[in-house]
């Protein structure tokens, strides 16, 4: 069993920076392709970046250069460091792997 914690998120104002943190733990495979999604409220979850398991990253238009994906294998923690950011990133943050989701972490944008 694959289990995902995020931490990281609060509140911040527009312009600002935070980075999200997503711990893996249980029977995960080496190097495993992760990815961040958000959900805003009132929408459809939406995927804001991936890292394979070579480390290639890609990342949603809105978000290409702003957020960062990277990862520590050593920690099984994959990072999103998120900068400039504005209130349209006001979502729940969730990570996921093999087909587990963590339980996410509310990043808020609002001055």
């Known amino acids: 069993q694959v289990q995902l914690v995020e931490s990281g998120g609060g509140l911040v104002q527009p312009g600002g920076s935070l980075r999200l943190s997503c711990s893996a733990s249980g029977r995960i495979f080496s190097r495993p392709a992760m990815a961040w999604h958000r959900q805003a409220p009132g929408k459809q979850r939406e ?13 949603a238009d809105s978000v290409k250069g702003r957020f960062t994906i990277s990862r520590d294998n050593a920690k099984n923690t994959v990072y999103l460091q998120m900068n400039n950011l504005k209130p349209d990133d006001t979502a729940v943050y969730s990570c996921n792997t093999m087909g587990k989701w963590g ?9």
Do not use: E, K, P
């Not at 991936?50 to 990253?57: A, K, N, P, R």
């Not at 339980?103 to 001055?111: E, I, L």
């Open 103 to 111: 339980q996410g972490t509310q990043v808020t944008v609002s001055s």
């Open 47 to 59: 995927w804001v970046a991936g890292i394979s398991s070579g480390d290639s990253t890609n990342y």
